[in-house]
């Protein structure tokens, strides 16, 4: 009995340990299974990617609810951009406005292709002191996040002053350009008709272009890559082209700049050697040292103000900004409209015959406020005068109606 008692133990051991073997051995095949998913899930994403728009949407849709992505400023940044905006930006529409005003009022002015030109700059500033001012304050500051439809019309109204003024530029220097090379045939060959010509064709392209993503062409996957980060709903196709245009604008204008001032260098130059004198040479020296700097400093003013913010638009076609080079092309778009102020200070009021036609234009204001004050003088001593003649004649009535009845009085009495 105690042999098959001791047996039954054995057998009964042996099973537990077979036992114990066979639960081991289970958890390191689990644990094995466990080890091999994740291996096996990076295997599957590698052969078999998810999309790279499904990737990129889904933190761009979180950090970009309501354009929150677009709105980086933090609260020092927005009181400094503000008070720039809330300075430039009247400024800059009274002194355009001021400008234009002077141009559309005198004769000789808007007969001169010349003027035309500077009144079309005028215009286009104006604008973009109102659009500008008002769609970046209300979107950098008041945070308001409009639809695609309204942010785009917005922005293609900004587009537009910018994108005009710079046009408007290019004509400017063309006209210089035409005056100091064709100087005898140039009233021939630019003509009032032909310089209208020019600025309707100016006009109709800069609306087309500038308003082009709110007629289709647009970011195709809203605000995820391959939009701008810089403006939202914008193709970086779309931002590449107009920069580029720009930029085209841009060296056209300092092309012909460049010309004209060696062309009145050599002009100066011929003129030197056949007088032949000393003095000449002297003032050929002060003209052209007087030249270089008028127009080194359009050309300074020009290239500092609109070349930072078109570094970043460039920047932005190729690399994706953080939200730092954000807030510095925020600060840099503001200079875009500093140039908007500082164009009727070097362009229109520099010109003689628009300061004697904006005195003139202030001396008549005045002079209509004197006649209206002298007018106003007259009225009131007209109706002092008249009230004494009332007043006169109402004592002269009432004694002669006393004496009257004194008289009948009299005459009873007597009776």
Same mark, same amino acid.
């Given at each position: 009995m ?23 051995n ?11 998913? *994740? ?9 078999? *990617? *998810? *999309? ?7 933190? !761009? ?7 929150e ?7 020092a &940044? ?27 009022t ?8 010349s003027?035309?030109?500077?009144g ?29 439809? !309204?942010?785009?019309?917005k922005?293609g ?12 530029l ?24 032909r310089?209208?010509l020019s ?40 931002l ?15 092309? !012909?700049?460049?010309?004209i ?13 056949l ?26 003013i020009l ?10 638009m ?11 080079q ?5 600060f840099?778009?503001?200079l875009?409209l500093?140039?908007? !102020? ?12 628009l ?30 005068? &008249? ?5 006169l004649?109402?004592d ?20």
């Amino acid at each position: 009995m105690e042999s098959t008692a001791a047996i039954c133990s054995l057998s009964a051991q042996e099973s537990d340990q077979s036992r114990r073997k066979a639960e081991l051995n289970d958890q390191s095949v689990s644990r094995d299974a466990d080890a091999f998913i *994740p291996v096996a899930r990076l295997m599957t994403s590698i052969t078999n *990617p *998810p *999309p790279l728009s499904f990737v990129a949407a889904r933190p !761009a849709n979180r950090s970009c609810e309501k354009l929150e992505c677009y709105m980086v400023l933090i609260t020092a &940044e927005k009181m400094a951009i503000g008070s720039i905006c809330f300075l430039a930006g009247p400024f800059t529409f009274m002194e355009n406005a001021l400008v234009l005003g002077v141009i559309a009022t005198t004769a000789s002015l808007r007969q001169r292709p010349s003027y035309l030109f500077i009144g079309s700059l005028a215009l286009a500033d104006v604008f973009a002191s109102c659009f500008f001012t008002t769609s970046f304050l209300d979107f950098h500051l008041f945070r308001r996040s409009d639809g695609p439809t !309204a942010y785009l019309f917005k922005l293609g109204g900004v587009t537009l002053a910018f994108t005009t003024s710079v046009g408007s530029l290019l004509l400017t220097a063309l006209d210089r350009y035409l005056c100091i090379y064709l100087a005898c045939s140039y009233k021939v060959l630019l003509t009032r008709r032909r310089a209208l010509l020019s600025l309707l064709i100016l006009w109709t392209m800069t609306i087309f272009i500038s308003f082009l993503p709110l007629m289709g062409w647009r970011c195709p996957t809203d605000l995820t890559p391959p939009c701008s980060r810089l403006f939202p709903y914008i193709s970086k196709g779309y931002l590449a082209c107009w920069t580029s245009f720009i930029l085209v604008l841009l060296a056209l204008i300092l092309g !012909a700049y460049a010309l004209i001032l060696w062309k009145a260098h050599r002009h100066q130059s011929s003129m030197t050697n056949l007088q032949g004198a000393a003095g000449s040479g002297q003032a050929r020296m002060r003209m052209d040292i007087r030249l270089a700097r008028t127009f080194g400093l359009i050309l300074l003013i020009l290239v500092g103000c609109w070349l930072p913010a078109l570094s970043f638009m460039l920047v932005d076609i190729f690399v994706l900004l953080t939200h730092t080079q954000q807030r510095a092309f925020a600060f840099c778009s503001t200079l875009c409209l500093l140039n908007s !102020a500082v164009n009727p200070l070097l362009y229109a009021l520099r010109c003689r015959e628009l300061r004697v036609a904006l005195i003139k234009s202030l001396q008549r204001l005045c002079e209509i406020g004197r006649c209206r004050k002298s007018t106003k003088d007259l009225d009131r001593g007209l109706h002092s005068i &008249e009230d004494n003649c009332a007043t006169l004649t109402d004592d002269g009535m009432d004694k002669a109606r006393t004496t009257r009845i004194n008289s009948i009085s009299e005459i009873v009495d007597t009776n």
